[in-house]
């Protein structure tokens, strides 16, 4: 099971960071199985997260906020006011806030984000060759008033106040696995490239086959995907 991350202080960021250069990748989307392109590039104080389907030529921007969020079935998928999409965001946004990334605009050729090896190392790697530029505004946050508690299923999530970010997280699988993992992580601290950037899909073995059995999970392969069987 996971520990506890060595913990280092440092100080946090308080202002907007942007890539200093376009960095670039072509993959398969783990779902669709087909190769796409994609692009990563610098963008002004407050863009946020922007994806760009440049395989389409009109409406084909898609800003990557909570309520543009229209899928988490085995990926996260957003989608804009013209039903245009783009899915498996998930390991390119962890790249991007992991390292403390704040505007950036996705370019990507298809309706899914290439996988590479499951992980964020790729695109963390990618983003390291070429660095951060701080922009002149700062970053703005949200603070924690009052304990908020989701549950949906056998999930539940809490947001505690606390005077730094802390994300503590358990999994337990209904025996499915014989122990349950947990983890803390300090985002504003902790070092995400080192921790948590080669965390990767996973999944187990009949879920795999009824996956693929329904025509899904195409791109899955042992080289971008961790398959659990019985022992």
């Known amino acids: ?29 783990v779902h669709s199985g087909e190769s796409v392109a994609m692009a990563i590039k610098p963008a002004a104080i ?19 906020t909570w309520d543009n969020v229209t899928d988490t079935m085995m990926s996260t998928r957003i989608t804009n006011e013209h039903g245009v999409s783009v899915s498996t965001i998930e390991h390119i946004i962890a ?9 950036a605009v996705i370019e990507v050729g298809g309706p899914e984000v290439p996988i590479m090896d499951g992980s964020s190392a790729d695109f963390v790697t990618l983003i390291q060759s070429v660095g951060l530029k701080t922009q002149n505004a700062p970053l703005k946050v949200i ?48 070092d995400f490239a080192e921790s948590l950037s080669d965390s990767r899909t996973f999944g187990f073995f009949e879920d795999a086959q009824k996956l693929q059995a329904a025509g ?14 019985d022992t």
């Open 143 to 190: 603070k924690v008033l009052k304990p908020i508690q989701v549950s949906l299923g056998k999930g539940t999530a809490f947001l505690l106040p606390a005077n730094e970010r802390r994300f503590s997280m358990e999994f337990d699988f209904s025996g499915r696995l014989a122990e349950s993992s947990y983890l803390t992580y300090y985002p504003d601290s902790d």
């Open 216 to 229: 899904l999970a195409r791109g899955a392969s042992l080289q971008n995907t961790v398959v659990i069987g």
């Open 95 to 103: 790249a991007l806030a992991g390292l403390h990334i704040h505007n």
């Open 46 to 64: 407050g863009t946020g997260y922007v994806f760009v389907r440049t395989d389409l030529s009109e409406n084909n921007r898609i800003k990557a």
């Open 1 to 29: 099971p996971w520990g506890e991350l060595n913990h280092h202080e440092s100080a946090p960021v308080t202002k907007q960071q942007t890539l200093a250069k376009t960095i670039r990748c072509i993959g398969v989307g």
